[in-house]
Nanobody
């Protein structure tokens, strides 16, 4: 099992920034990639960004490219999501996820952290 704990959500005005963090524990050696997903009210959960543990390759959905940056700290088993130029449509619960395969196909999920962007 892998445990994931997110932190860093909150309320921010449009154009502002937030940094989310996710600490992984447990059987982390089985992880190949980490990712962030989000789910807005009434919508399906969607992939936001992912990163490979081994080579640091990153992946983003088109709507966040150039505004969000995912990074990793292998020594601390931690992944961050730096979000800038936030828009009201970024409002959602953000979930950290871990995968033994590809970033967008996770097996483990965190509890989620709320991000609210006011206009």
């Amino acid at each position: 099992q892998v445990q994931l704990v997110e932190s860093g959500g909150g309320l921010v005005q449009a154009g502002g920034s937030l940094r989310l963090s996710c600490a992984a524990s447990g059987r982390t050696f089985s992880n190949n990639a980490m990712a962030w997903f989000r789910q807005a009210p009434g919508k399906e959960r969607e992939f936001v960004a992912g990163i490979s543990w081994s080579d640091g390759s990153t992946y983003y959905r088109d709507s966040v490219k150039g505004r969000f940056t995912i990074s990793r700290d292998n020594a601390k088993n931690t992944v961050h999501l730096q979000m800038s130029s936030l828009k009201p449509q970024d409002t959602a619960v953000y979930y950290c996820a871990a995968s033994s395969r590809v970033a967008w196909d996770p097996q483990y999920w965190g509890q989620g952290t709320q991000v609210t962007v006011s206009s």
